[in-house]
């Protein structure tokens, strides 16, 4: 039993590490994230302040990565987020393939699709939140497809716990509880006691006997609470923290520096509005949708005598569609969709429980066709993806990519290092990224510091040099910095500056003390 | 001798009505069962006693009256004691003696073949017979001959291993760490106060979050299992009567009237053989309601009374290690006066202790109400149940740590239960205290899927009494058991080590410590919304803040911070486990309930700081509990 336990978690060390090199090397060839640079920018002035720890540590989104990778930032060569994905991910594949090598129903095919996929590799190497995505769609079905054999009160209780957890990851993916009524409902239908025949003898016995629809309606609301009742926890934990630290129920909302998007214009898009456009419209955003739901639409028919299985994953497909349709360019994205890819694999190892677990999955030719045919799809939809750090992924695998922004970071960190030390006045909203190269010995007034306002009134007591958007920078508007120089310059109060570097985005100005 | 003859043929056929299937029967279990006619024929469901007493007094039959308070025992006393389980199925009294005389008291004057024994016993001619209930009987012989008994029901464990008798509330090296610990933290407190502040509450925090989260992984592990069955319908039904073996049932009584009609229907219900079920029904003798009211049954009872000689600690260990000594069965099992188990339950645990290995002793099946409807605390409490017996202790058994027992439903090897000496009757939570016994003797306790229906305390006052024994017995275990951590370490592992500190520390330490947090959340969450800025509105001070800001020395904002978290999450979890363990007995009428276990952990509290006085000024003191305060009679199914 020690030595099993022990290879499984080399071989998941081993997999992580696999995964951990190529973002490394991925890096290395100019891929990066902004979500990462932001979630490593937030470690950073996690201690910074006396207020931030408790800011930091709340109100930042999504918070399951963020604290992840404050464990797992033990290494400076990539950033904490790309070490979490490659142990999230890692142990997925490695969960699978120990599950095929024993013969337990996953087919050597899927371990193939899993190795191979670009939706697992990305998800494994870009340092974002899909890891995190991917692990909870498989773990959510996984539950599901349980629940609907077992009806047991163990797996609604993981579900409730996993949907309260991932809460932390993103408040939308309560919007599950959609997929999960119809099956509360059926399976309430299902394991009503005294009642058995066909799908009408049993509707019209529950509802025609006061005691059996009493129960029945009693167990499909009770399911509901059940499963609901520790993510509204979370929710109300968490609007409460909000209250007491932010001053309203709400904060997180309204913080600028909670996720790394925050501001409006900064899109996670490619930049040109023309390429995004096509997407806002009815048609095309189908064909990425399709893409990447190929083999969840194979699983559906692959029913292993569990028509549950296949209602639920046909619920997936519309509940994905609608959602795509209904909030077509955000949730046009990987993190979204993997619900599609989560679903399939946990599809893919769900056996009805008759089966005789021995026996190994039959590999039928249409299934490896299958695989081939969904793994070329995907690559094309990294290909047309709107969404820059997907499209960024596979131009890297492809060659080196060069980066404005890599390049002003790197810049930013160059010229402060040749600076003497001192205080910073800057929007931390927007210069995440460039601030993470900043040395230690420098401090900033942001949006965390305490006397941030003060420093925006008073720039020349407060710090030594201010960052700057340009003038044609999407997000100058937006720079608290700079609108605060306009206004102290119309008031005639501007301090007095010295131009110490500029590139196409910013300005690095040193303040002239008083 | 007697002036007439009297015949059993006149008095239970004539007199009482018995058929003459039903002698035969009576006739067959004697001979059977070793046990005279009259003791078959009043415990085995065929007479009354008050049937009994009415055909003696038709018959013109005066009943000796006994003067209790001065029975002595006869000169040849200690052959009596010696042979007092032979008297008691005889039913005679001895109750003069002297060289050329022999008086006894009887119960049944038709039956000569008793008279013939105690002859034979006693060596001696009997010359007066006289006659009296079998009641009267048995206090008689209980309180003059059971002495030795009920001083090994008291001091057993005690005399046996000091060391694990709740006799000795606080040891002396806990008096002095207990002690020591305060004076370190005031002193401590002097020169850092700060710190000092900080690291208690923070202490605090931990050990009730981790306290909470043990609970809920339990429950979560526990959950896990729900679906398995450990005795299978088919294993059940294949099962005969005759492989069955003699059962013990233990029926500790105290003032309980009300409930002993209600008792006998429920024991009839068993599914086991009644010749195989030795059912004791045992009665303090200085209880003249339960003792009176089983004299008067119109109706034939199923059951053996036992009257237990006046000693303290009068608690329920002392009774049922009392009744051990007169138990036959080859397991044993206690039952409330009010409980109702499933009527299968005996042959289950029958059958499965066929199936598990040796090591396991003790069977514990679960509990739950048949009263759960009946107002708001029965509701509540129906709620704890569930999920302690549902999900707690299944977490704890399929963890293999230590299983404090329920004080009722548990199925013990009988002759095992002798070798751990059987229960502490210092202890006001024996039931759990020998549950940690066994498991440091290396036995094993495991649960079992059978419920037993009880009656949920519906009165507050009556709850409070209750829960207050109840916790305060937990502080007696714990305290015996961590006398020397070192050794309970080395007996029952690290997992049964930590097991017992959450389980049992965790679980009264929560009670005292919840208040208190409590009312540090309220305050905070009082001076963030300045209300209290509102309420002295002439002032032009920001009160609220100057407060908080001094509040902020000692408790810092992280620190306000863990502690909300902690009590938000803790009282979610707990809300949630209430919930969950209802929503699997399908009593989904009570689910929402479940939001009030807050209010219901502050009547715990209530109860922890009155046990907590009690451990310290009165340690044996058994809060009595008043059953058959319930209007419900229909039990609802479960």
Known sequence: ?514 | MFKTEFYRKALFQEGIGLNTIQVEEIEGLEKKLNQSFLRIALNYGYVSRKDWKSTLIKNGIEFYQFDYSNLSQIPKGDVIASNLHRFLDLLAFPIHQDENNLEIVVADPSDGININFVEEILGQKVTNILISEDMDILKALHVTYGLEYLDKAVFHIYDKDRDVCAIETFTKSQLIFIGGFITLCLSLFLFFPVSVAIGLNLLLNVLLFFSITFKFLLTLYGSKFEVSKKVSIEELESISDEELPNYTILLPVFKESEVIHKLVYNLKNLDYPLEKLDIKLLIESDDEMTYNAVKNMKFPCVFEPLIIPYAQPKTKPKACNYGLYFSKGKYLTIYDAEDIPDNNQLKLVHSLFKKIPEDYVVIQCALNYFNKKENLLTRLFTLEYSYWFDYMLPGLDNLDVPIPLGGTSNHFKFDKLMELGGWDGFNVTEDADLGLRAYAKSYKVTVLDSTTLEEANNDFFNWIRQRSRWIKGYMQTYLVHMRNPAKLLRKVGIKGFFGFQFFIGGTFFTFLIYPVLLLFLLLIVFLKSQILDLLIFWSPEDTSNQILAYFNVFFPDWLVLVAIFNFAVGNLIMIYVNMIAVFRRKAYSLMLFALLNPLYWLMHSISAYKGLIQLITKPFYWEKTNHGLTKSTKPHSV
């Open chain 1, 1 to 514: 039993m020690m030595v099993k336990r022990l290879i499984y978690v080399l071989t998941w060390l081993l997999i992580s590490a696999i995964y951990l090199y190529a973002a490394y090397w991925l890096q290395s060839r100019g891929f990066f994230n902004l979500e990462a640079y932001f979630l490593e920018y937030k470690k950073i002035i996690f201690h910074k302040y006396s207020d931030s720890l408790v800011n930091t540590f709340y109100f930042t989104s999504p918070a399951l990565l963020f604290l992840s990778s404050l464990v797992f930032g033990f290494t400076s060569a990539v950033q904490a987020t790309f070490v979490v994905n490659a142990f999230l991910v890692g142990a997925l594949t490695n969960h699978m393939i120990h599950k095929s090598v024993k013969g337990q129903t996953i087919s050597p095919i899927m371990v193939f699709y899993l190795l191979l996929s670009p939706v697992i590799w990305y998800g494994a190497v870009s340092g974002g939140s899909l890891g995190f995505y991917l692990i909870f769609y498989f773990v959510f079905f996984r539950l599901l497809f349980k629940y609907t054999q077992t009806y047991s009160v163990y797996h609604l209780t993981l579900i409730s716990i996993l949907l309260g957890m991932f809460f932390l990851l993103d408040p939308k993916l309560l919007q599950l509880l959609l997929i999960l009524i119809p099956v509360f409902f059926f399976v309430s239908f299902f394991k009503a006691k005294g009642i058995s025949g066909s799908f009408y003898s049993r509707a019209s016995m529950i509802f025609s006997n006061d005691s059996q629809r009493r129960k029945f309606f009693g167990s499909f609301f009770s399911s509901i609470i059940v499963v609901l009742f520790i993510p509204i926890s979370a929710l109300i934990t968490f609007l409460l923290l909000n209250w007491v630290f932010g001053g309203s129920f709400f904060y997180f909302l309204f913080s600028p520096t909670t996720t790394w998007t925050a501001y409006s214009n900064l899109l996670p898009f490619k930049d040109d509005l023309i390429y995004i456009l096509p997407y806002i419209g009815d048609v095309q955003y189908l064909a990425l949708f399709f893409l990447l739901s190929i083999f969840l639409i194979y699983q559906i028919f692959v029913t292993e005598n569990m028509t549950e299985k296949s209602f639920l994953l046909t619920l997936v497909l519309f509940f994905a569609f609608s959602q795509v349709r209904n909030d077509t360019l955000n949730n046009l994205n990987l993190n979204f969709l993997s619900m599609m890819t989560g679903a399939a694999i946990a599809a893919s190892g769900t056996l009805s429980a008759s089966r005789n677990k021995e026996k190994k999955m039959p590999v039928p030719f249409p299934l490896v066709a299958l695989i081939f045919l969904s793994l070329a799809f995907k690559l094309l939809y990294f290909e047309i993806t709107p969404v820059a750090t997907e499209s960024r992924f596979l131009s890297t695998f492809k060659s080196p990519q060069e980066s404005a922004l890599l390049n002003s970071i790197s810049e930013v960190k160059e010229v402060t290092r040749k600076l003497p030390a001192g205080r910073i006045l800057v929007d931390d909203a927007i210069f995440f990224a460039e601030l993470t190269g900043v040395p230690d010995t420098y401090d900033w007034e942001g949006h965390f510091s305490p006397s941030f306002q003060q420093a925006l009134q008073h720039p020349e007591l407060y710090a030594d040099y201010l960052i700057v958007t340009k003038s044609h920078h999407r997000l100058h508007l937006d720079d608290l910095v700079a609108i605060s120089l306009k206004r102290l310059e119309t008031m005639g109060q501007k301090p007095e500056l010295r131009l110490l570097f500029e590139n196409e985005f910013l300005e690095i100005h040193q303040i002239k003390p008083l």
